[in-house]
């Protein structure tokens, strides 16, 4: 398995090179964070959870990172995330279903037609 917190530390350094580059790209993102940050309506563990299920959904290591550092500041038990990753789970399922009926659309749309059907 990584080393996270090494993990962590190396993209902390490349988003730092980054900044030097287009500070105000940098700076932007860090609102957003802070933006979703004052939420009225969902409390910080239940945005972590969502975010960590996101994470896994988007394969983002760094995500997967930053969001389960935060999940545990956040008070989220192993149990909840691993709920929320289930829900992860269940909607990539389901993706993967639909997009699969799209993939046989879009098959049905290229082979040659019969006469009978």
Request: hydrophobic share 45%; glycine share 4%.
């Amino acid at each position: 398995m990584e080393n996270w917190k090494q993990y962590r530390e190396e993209i902390g350094a490349r988003v730092r090179e980054m900044r030097e580059v287009n500070p105000d790209l940098v700076k932007a993102y860090a609102e957003l964070h802070k933006a979703n940050a004052k939420s009225n309506h969902l409390d910080a563990k239940t945005r972590e959870l969502i975010a960590l299920a996101v994470a896994v959904s988007l394969r983002c290591d760094g995500c997967i990172n930053a969001h389960s550092e935060a999940a545990v500041k956040a008070g989220a038990s192993k149990e909840e995330v691993v709920d929320a990753l289930g829900v992860a789970i269940m909607v990539n399922a389901g993706a993967a279903m639909v997009y699969s009926a799209r993939t046989i659309d879009a098959f049905d749309t290229y082979k040659p037609q019969t006469e009978s059907a």
